[in-house]
Every structure is written in structure tokens, then in C-alpha cells.
């Protein structure tokens, strides 16, 4: 069960990967303008489920402490990282941002019933490496006029690694609860998008399905995946194995001629699936010796 979780928490990384090139093909929506809307629409497979199931609506009455929980981790990460990027240059507040991961690996020792390996943080440190090999091919420059960015990727970071561990502490919510997170972040983005933004809309048919692409898949289905598999799966190796995104991304936007093949991307590739085997061991070896009974 533990492993199933796993892998399921294991497809948010895979569909967070086409995060860039759905934005990428979605056009010029504004930040905000285009969050309300996804979430909006990643709160329909949910809304869906408990129309069809009534009896479920009764697992939407949590505590208090619950839904903040909830609420400031999709919300205010999104926040946080518009934020960020609106005052510091997109490749260092990114590489900032994505510390989570390796905040959620070393976090991790703080759970009940969790112990925390040098493979764990090995394997954490390398997808880093990998991560920065990607991000920092034009150059990286950490300048302190953009302290005010810099600070907003820093709390962006602890921000989704702190969900994702407080989430765990959770584990016996049902997921049902992220279709409310989902809307409550729509309207917290609607909000925002109306004081910050000027309102601007897809131009074609394409950009209007990528729009959907986003809403149902890494702004949607992906965060009810990954509050399954950090409940019930194995949060260290998802910790690690969240560097897979970026790394995803770069060869999905290359593929479809976004981005140019280098060696920087093959050498992100060792480091990344290399960390991600270092922390996933102890995992691969439990299940390789249960095959090994099971076939004895």
C-alpha cells in the first residue's frame, strides 16, 4: 500500500512537469487571472465525486486548523511565488523556490515514525544539483536589490514543504478536503487578480486548452495525487523524487521546441533519477525481497 501511494503521489511530479508547457502555450493571462481559473476548474473532478457520492460531503467537516493548513499551502505558495517572481529574476527566485523538496527530505525526520537516512539528504542534494544545472544555464546572478523576491521564493519554499508535512500529521482526512483547498484558492486568486491585475483572455482555441490542461491536470488532479501520497506514501522519497519536475519540464518544452537540448540536461538527468534511486533504496530493496519470498 505504501508503495501504490507512493507512485501515486509520484504522478503529481509527472504532471507538474508539463506546468511550463501548458503556461507556455496558454498566452498572456495574467498570474493571478489564470490561478483563479485553474483551480476553479481543478475543483470540478471533486465536486464531481461528491455529487455523484452525498454521503462523502460529511468528510468536508474538518477542524479549523485543517482547512488553514490547507488553504495557506496552495494559496499561499502560489501567492508567495507570484510574488516572487514580480520582484526578482525569474531563474534565481525559481531556484530559491524549489528548495522544497530538500526541506521536505530533511523535514521529514520530524514525523512520527520517520527516520531520516544519508541517502535521504544525498539523494536530496543531487536532484538540487541536478535543478540548478537546469535553471542556471544562462547564468546566475543574486543581486540584493531584489532582497524583497529573493525573501518571497525563500517563504515560498517552506510554505509547500510545510503543508506537505503538516499534510502527513493529517493523514486520516480524507482527500476530499483539497476540492475545498482548490476553491478557496480560486477565490483568494480572484481576489488578487482583481486588485493587482488588469484582465486579459485567450486569443484562441488552442490557448484556451491549455488553460483546461493546467486546470485539470498540474493545477488540478495533481495536488489531490500528491495529498494522497505524502499521507500515505513514502514522503522522503516523493521529497526527492519532486526534482524529476524541473528536470521533466526542460525535456518536455525541448521536445516540443521550447527549450534547446544541452549538456547541462543530460547531466541534470544523472544527478536527478540518480538521486532519486539513492533515496528510493531502501524502497527497491524491501520490494525486490518480497518478490524474492513471493517467487521462493
Known amino acids: ?94 531556484l530559491i523556490a524549489y528548495l522544497w523538496p530538500l526541506l521536505i527530505v530533511v523535514g521529514s525526520a520530524l514525523l512520527p515514525g520517520e527516520r531520516l537516512r544519508w541517502y535521504h539528504v544525498a539523494g536530496a ?50 482527500t476530499d478536503v483539497v476540492t475545498g483547498f482548490c476553491l478557496a484558492t480560486s477565490v ?29 491536470f498540474p493545477v488540478g488532479a495533481a495536488f489531490y495525487a500528491w495529498d494522497h501520497g505524502v499521507k500515505n506514501g513514502d514522503i522522503q522519497i516523493l521529497g526527492a523524487a519532486s526534482y524529476a519536475a524541473p528536470l521533466l519540464s526542460t525535456l518536455i518544452l525541448t521536445v516540443f521546441g521550447f527549450a534547446e537540448p544541452s549538456w547541462r540536461i543530460a547531466l541534470a538527468c544523472i544527478l536527478v533519477t540518480g538521486g532519486a534511486a539513492l533515496a528510493a533504496q531502501e524502497m527497491l530493496r524491501r520490494k525486490a525481497a518480497s518478490t524474492e519470498r513471493a517467487t521462493a
Open 188 to 216: 483568494l486568486s480572484l481576489v488578487c487578480h482583481l486588485l493587482l491585475e488588469t484582465t486579459v483572455w485567450p486569443e484562441t482555441a488552442s490557448q484556451w486548452i491549455a488553460v483546461v490542461g493546467l486546470g485539470l
Open 125 to 174: 542534494v543531487a536532484g538540487l544539483c541536478g535543478t540548478f544545472l537546469i535553471v542556471s544555464r544562462n547564468g546566475i546572478n543574486f543581486d540584493g536589490a531584489y532582497a524583497v523576491g529573493y525573501g518571497a521564493a525563500f517563504l515560498c519554499a517552506f510554505t509547500w514543504s510545510g503543508y506537505s508535512l503538516l499534510t502527513r500529521r493529517f493523514d486520516a482526512v480524507s
Open 1 to 94: 500500500m505504501k508503495l501504490r501511494a507512493t507512485l501515486i503521489g509520484f504522478t503529481a511530479i509527472l504532471m507538474w512537469s508539463f506546468l511550463a508547457l501548458f503556461t507556455a502555450a496558454s498566452g498572456t493571462m495574467p498570474p493571478f487571472q489564470l490561478s483563479a481559473i485553474c483551480f476553479a476548474i481543478g475543483s470540478i473532478p471533486g465536486i464531481a465525486v461528491l455529487i455523484l457520492n452525498p454521503s462523502r460531503i460529511a468528510l468536508l467537516k474538518q477542524p479549523a486548523k485543517v482547512w488553514l493548513i490547507g488553504i495557506a499551502g496552495l494559496f499561499g505558495y502560489h501567492f508567495l511565488y507570484f510574488t516572487a517572481l514580480r520582484n526578482a529574476p525569474a531563474v534565481e527566485a525559481g
